[in-house]
Nanobody, 128 residues
Framework: QVQLVESGGGSVQPGGSLRLSCLAS????????ITWFRQAPGKEREGVACISSSDGSSYYADSVKGRFTISRDNAKNTAYLQMNSLKQEDTAVYYCAADLTVIAGPVLLSTSLEYDYWGQGTQVTVSS
């Protein structure tokens, strides 16, 4: 079965950390760019971090720059999103998406691109 499965979400206090994982099954992530999106209640989905397949370059939304780190381990067919110094405004459902492309750059944060695969999402709640 071809799918992306996120894990690692949960509840954390402000200032805390979480690491999200995005495991691909049924296909190889090697040639796919990966983007992490999030959607908070009543808000539009936004791209927060992306990593290219071609050169491994990564880009971040201004709202998470310096706090979140995206990475990938192609040997494990998994991408990660390390989230540090979490804020209440980071509360959202987080999704990973994969796109078969060699494109690199912040364009991968766009919600206008048609991604090949999406995960089901994992809830992140930041609250005191």
């Amino acid at each position: 079965q071809v799918q992306l499965v996120e894990s690692g979400g949960g509840s954390v206090q402000p200032g805390g950390s979480l690491r999200l994982s995005c495991l691909a099954s049924g296909f190889s992530l090697d040639y796919y760019a990966i983007t992490w999106f999030r959607q908070a209640p009543g808000k539009e989905r936004e791209g927060v971090a992306c990593i290219s397949s071609s050169d491994g370059s990564s880009y971040y939304a201004d709202s998470v720059k310096g706090r979140f780190t995206i990475s990938r381990d192609n040997a494990k067919n998994t991408a990660y999103l390390q989230m540090n110094s979490l804020k209440q405004e980071d509360t959202a459902v987080y999704y990973c998406a994969a796109d078969l492309t060699v494109i690199a750059g912040p364009v991968l944060l766009s919600t206008s691109l048609e991604y090949d695969y999406w995960g089901q999402g994992t809830q992140v709640t930041v609250s005191s």
